[in-house]
T-cell receptor, first 109, second 112 residues
């Protein structure tokens, strides 16, 4: 079993819909990262968080340390949000991140 | 700032050939990483470095070597390329252990 599980694997939405992508992990962590990989392949860091909630524009990331769960929300989704969203966790004291397999989001106009 | 620059973008190798993937960053980051991404799989760590002169193995180091002679550069060397090394390779850097990651644009390598 992968230490980092993302759901769903694939998600199709209509423009304007509210999107939620989930990430569950099984190890104690020091930080959790949300990354976005565009269809062209480039990877961009969206958030890094260890507690609570962060917001950037239409994107919101939350984490519940007790439940070992994080969510990435996209409000008013747009076709340009179509990408693969990757969750990665950093284990306490380790330089090695563990990555989920990603959630492929397609937003149709 | 250019960020993290990887070269080449694409490469085709024959079995047994060798090559070096270049990675340089201009953000004065201490931490640098090499990952590979196989279809349908999460990123796997090949090697990492926490500073100039210091390197360490990740999850999948076999068949690869690295060096970190300067803060800016972290090349990845493939010796005796094998079809199993066909993948997309990403270099990344961060200022510290729990800082945001900055990724290069990736190198798509095919070994035939």
């Amino acid at each position: 079993k992968n230490e980092v599980e993302q759901s769903p694997q694939n998600l199709t939405a209509q423009e304007g819909e509210f999107i939620t992508i989930n990430c569950s992990y099984s190890v104690g962590i020091s930080a959790l990262h949300w990354l976005q990989q565009h269809p062209g392949g480039g990877i961009v860091s969206l958030f890094m968080l260890s507690s609570g909630k962060k917001k950037h524009g239409r994107l919101i990331a939350t984490i519940n340390i007790q439940e070992k769960h994080s969510s990435l929300h996209i409000t008013a989704s747009h076709p340009r949000d179509s990408a693969v969203y990757i969750c990665a966790v950093g284990q306490g004291g380790s330089e090695k991140l563990v990555f989920g397999k990603g959630t492929k989001l397609t937003v149709n106009p | 700032n250019a960020g993290v620059t990887q070269t080449p973008k694409f490469r085709i190798l024959k079995i047994g050939q060798s090559m070096t993937l270049q990675c340089t960053q201009d953000m004065n980051h201490n931490y640098m990483y090499w990952y590979r991404q196989d279809p349908g799989m999460g990123l796997k760590l090949i090697y990492y470095s926490v500073g100039a002169g210091i390197t360490d193995k990740g999850e999948v180091p076999n068949g690869y070597n690295v060096s970190r002679s300067t803060t800016e550069d972290f090349p990845l060397r493939l010796e005796l390329a094998a079809p199993s090394q066909t993948s997309v390779y990403f270099c990344a850097s961060s200022y510290s252990l729990n800082s945001p990651l900055h990724f290069g644009n990736g190198t798509r390598l095919t070994v035939t």
